[in-house]
C-alpha cells in the first residue's frame, strides 16, 4: 500500500512537468492577450530601446566601414607631409598655412628616399569658378602630373596633365565630378569647355572619377590646374627659393623582406632629409607635420567606434526604463488579480507555480518587445544606410545583446511582483475585492 502510494507521488513530477510549462505559457499568453493595451504599452519601453540599440550600432558601423572604404580607395601606402603651420598671436593658423616647404622639397624626396615610389606636391586654394552663367565656390588644388597616380584617383573621362604641361604652366583643368555636372552640366561633354578662375581662363581637358567625401571635403567638387600656373596666376606665394607647396602626398614602396614596415621607414627618412634641407637641428621643432594614412584610417575608425559605443550606452538607459515600466505594470496586474491568485492557490497552485506564471508573462513581454525592437531597428538602419549611401552593416552580436538584455531585464523587472504574488495568502485573496 505504501510502496503505490509512494509511487503514484514520485511520478507526477516526471510525466507532467512539460504540460505544467506548457500550461505556464499558455496561462501566461491568455492573461496578456486579455489585456493587449496594457500588455502593447509596457512592451513599449523595451521596443524603443532595442530599436534605439540596434539602429545606432548598425549606423555607426555603417558610416565606419564606409570611412574606411573612402580613405583606402585613397590609398593606405601614402605619407603626407605639410607645411608648418603660422600664427597669429597665440592663434594657430593650421597645418600648411606657413611656406615652410616647396616644389624642390618634393623632388628631393623623390630623388633620395630609399622608400618613396612617387611622389606628387600640392597648392590648396578656394575660389570662384565661372563657366557660361553658372557659377560655383569650391576648392581648387594645384599639382603635378604624379598626383592621379598617387591618390589613386584617375579620369573617368579625358586625362590628366603631363610633366611638359607642368613645366610649361598650361592654363588646364581637370574637374571633379561634381563640379563638372554644376558648372557644365549633368554628364555633359568636355571637349573645348572652358572655365574662369579668378578671372583666368582655363581650358578643360578631363573629369575625375567619383570618390565621394573625405571628412568636410567632397573631392568630387575640387578642380584640378598644374601646381606651377596655379602658384605663378592665382596664389602668387613663392618661397625665398622655389614654388611653395602646402603639402606632399608620398606613395610609399611596398612591403618587402628588406624592409619589413616601409612607412616607418618613409617618414623617418623623409623627416632626416627635409630636416637637413630646412637646416633645422635640435633642439628646434620642425617646420612640417608628416602623417600616413593608415594612422588617419585607424584613428577615424577609433573615434567612430567610441562615439556608437557612447550613443548606443545612452540608448540602453531606455531599457532601465522599459524595465521599471514592465515592473510597475506587473505590481498593478498581481493587485487586479488577487483573487484568482486566490482561487488557483485554494485549488492547489504552488508558490512555485504562481511565481513561475508571473515571471513568464514579464519574459514573454520583454522578449517579444525585444523581437519587435530588433526588426524596427534593423529597419531603420537599413532605410538610412540606403538614403545617406553607406554599407549596411548589422552584426550578429549586437542582435544577440538585444534579444539577452530584453530577456533578462523581463525576468529582473518581473521578480518582484512575481514574489509577491507567490506570497500572498490564499484566504486573504479571495476576501479581497
Avoid: C
Avoid at 227 to 256: F, H
Avoid at 372 to 400: D, E, N
Wanted: a neutral charge; hydrophobic letters at 45%; zero cysteines.
Amino acid at each position: 500500500m505504501n510502496k503505490t502510494s509512494n509511487s503514484t507521488r514520485s511520478a507526477p513530477p516526471i510525466q507532467l512537468q512539460p504540460v505544467a510549462i506548457a500550461e505556464i505559457l499558455s496561462m501566461a499568453a491568455e492573461a496578456l492577450w486579455s489585456n493587449k493595451l496594457r500588455t502593447l504599452l509596457t512592451m513599449l519601453g523595451i521596443i524603443i530601446g532595442i530599436t534605439a540599440v540596434i539602429a545606432i550600432t548598425s549606423i555607426g558601423q555603417g558610416v565606419q566601414k564606409a570611412t574606411e572604404q573612402q580613405l583606402q580607395g585613397l590609398g593606405t601606402d601614402i605619407v603626407q607631409v605639410q607645411a608648418g603651420a603660422a600664427r597669429s598671436g597665440n592663434v594657430n593658423q593650421g597645418g600648411g598655412s606657413a611656406s615652410t616647404l616647396t616644389w624642390d622639397d618634393a623632388q628631393a624626396i623623390q630623388s633620395q628616399v630609399m622608400a618613396t615610389q612617387l611622389v606628387s606636391a600640392y597648392l590648396q586654394q578656394s575660389a570662384q569658378v565661372v563657366a557660361d552663367q553658372q557659377n560655383i565656390s569650391t576648392t581648387i588644388i594645384g599639382t603635378d602630373e604624379n598626383y592621379a597616380e598617387v591618390r589613386n584617383t584617375h579620369p573617368q573621362a579625358g586625362r590628366f596633365f603631363t610633366q611638359s604641361e607642368v613645366a610649361a604652366a598650361k592654363p588646364l583643368a581637370v574637374l571633379g565630378s561634381t563640379a563638372r555636372d554644376e558648372l557644365l552640366g549633368v554628364g555633359s561633354v568636355i571637349t573645348g569647355a572652358k572655365i574662369r578662375i579668378q578671372g583666368q581662363s582655363y581650358d578643360v581637358i578631363g573629369v575625375m572619377e567619383t570618390k565621394g567625401s573625405q571628412g568636410p571635403f567632397n573631392l568630387d567638387e575640387q578642380i584640378y590646374i598644374p601646381l606651377t600656373n596655379m602658384s605663378a596666376r592665382l596664389v602668387g606665394n613663392n618661397a625665398l627659393s622655389g614654388i611653395a607647396v602646402r603639402g606632399i602626398y608620398v606613395k610609399v614602396k611596398p612591403q618587402d623582406a628588406n624592409n619589413p614596415d616601409p612607412m616607418a621607414a618613409a617618414q623617418f627618412q623623409i623627416t632626416n632629409l627635409l630636416r637637413v634641407r630646412h637646416k633645422i637641428f635640435p633642439p628646434a621643432a620642425d617646420d612640417f607635420r608628416i602623417t600616413n594614412q593608415a594612422d588617419v584610417i585607424s584613428t577615424l575608425s577609433n573615434v567612430v567606434g567610441m562615439f556608437t559605443i557612447m550613443v548606443v550606452a545612452i540608448a540602453a538607459i531606455s531599457l532601465v526604463v522599459g524595465g521599471i515600466g514592465i515592473a510597475n505594470i506587473m505590481l498593478v496586474s498581481v493587485v487586479e488579480r488577487t483573487r484568482e491568485i486566490g482561487v488557483r492557490k485554494a485549488i492547489g497552485a504552488t508558490n512555485a507555480a504562481i511565481l513561475s506564471q508571473f515571471l513568464t508573462e514579464a519574459a514573454v513581454i520583454s522578449i517579444i518587445g525585444g523581437a519587435i525592437g530588433i526588426g524596427l531597428g534593423i529597419t531603420i538602419g537599413f532605410v538610412t544606410a540606403l538614403i545617406f549611401k553607406f554599407p549596411f552593416v548589422v552584426s550578429p552580436w549586437s542582435i544577440i545583446l538585444g534579444f539577452g538584455l530584453s530577456f533578462v531585464i523581463g525576468l529582473v523587472a518581473g521578480v518582484i511582483p512575481a514574489r509577491n504574488a507567490a506570497k500572498l495568502d490564499p484566504i486573504a485573496a479571495l476576501r479581497s475585492d
